[in-house]
């Protein structure tokens, strides 16, 4: 069965300080892997996509990386700022379908 | 300007109503999605069309109609079937292997 499973579910961190968010998959056929920040109340927002030859992928403060063998990504975000706050979603896809991960909900306080 | 929009931001029900969602993009793309969002968890994809005047079924569609008769537009109605409306709604549209989210519609049961 196509899965996706993030961890933590949740996570505070002080503003500054710099965090990483796991996500897990069994899919097949790989596509590509994306990560979406979701604002609460508003629509997720594309961060980074990978293709299964990618292994990083930056967009300024947050550096994706993606272990296809393992079939693991993760998500670092360097010195977070209070605008960090929101749901982070790995998404996969699989030929014309996507496999959605639960989401980590991030605070950054300050 | 280009991309998806949703309407309305905030919708009430009352029980044994039905009510449309509705979505615009013009970003020229060809499939279509609507998903579901509870507190939570994962986006939950309930119909799709990937072409005009053809759509499909996803996970949760019992309750649920759509329309695709033009290539900007996919409505989504919610109807009195729907035992537990009460959800964040997105539309998405995109092409082979990417989305594209619009900003999401509030649907609250009275």
């Known amino acids: 069965k196509n899965q996706v499973e993030q961890s933590p579910q949740s996570l505070i961190i002080l503003e500054g300080k710099n965090c990483t968010l796991q996500?897990?998959?069994?899919?097949?056929?790989?596509?590509?892997l994306r990560w979406y920040k979701q604002d609460t109340g508003r629509g997720p927002v594309s961060l980074t996509i990978m293709t299964f030859s990618e292994n990083t992928k930056s967009n300024g403060r947050y550096t994706a990386t993606l272990d296809a063998d393992t079939k693991q990504s993760s998500l670092h975000i360097t010195a977070s700022q209070l605008s960090d706050s929101a749901s982070y979603i790995c998404?996969?896809?699989?030929?014309?379908?996507?496999?959605f991960g639960p989401g980590t909900r991030l605070s950054v306080l300050p | 300007d280009g991309g998806i929009t949703q309407s309305p931001k905030y919708l009430f029900r009352k029980e044994g109503q039905n009510v449309t969602l509705s979505c615009e993009q013009n970003?020229?793309?060809?499939?279509m999605y609507w998903y579901r969002q509870d507190p939570g968890q994962g986006l939950r994809l309930i119909y799709y069309s990937q072409i005009v005047n053809d759509f499909q079924k996803g996970d949760i569609a019992e309750g649920y109609s759509v329309s695709r008769e033009k290539k900007e537009s996919f409505p989504l109605t919610v109807t009195s079937a729907q035992k537990n409306p009460t959800a964040f709604y997105l539309c998405?549209?995109?092409?082979?292997?990417?989305?594209?989210f619009g900003p999401g519609t509030r649907l609250t049961v009275l």
């Open positions: 998405a549209s995109g092409r082979t292997d990417t989305q594209y």
């Open positions: 996500c897990n998959y069994t899919v097949s056929p790989f596509s590509n």
């Open positions: 998404v996969v896809s699989v030929s014309q379908n996507f496999v």
């Open positions: 970003l020229n793309h060809d499939a």
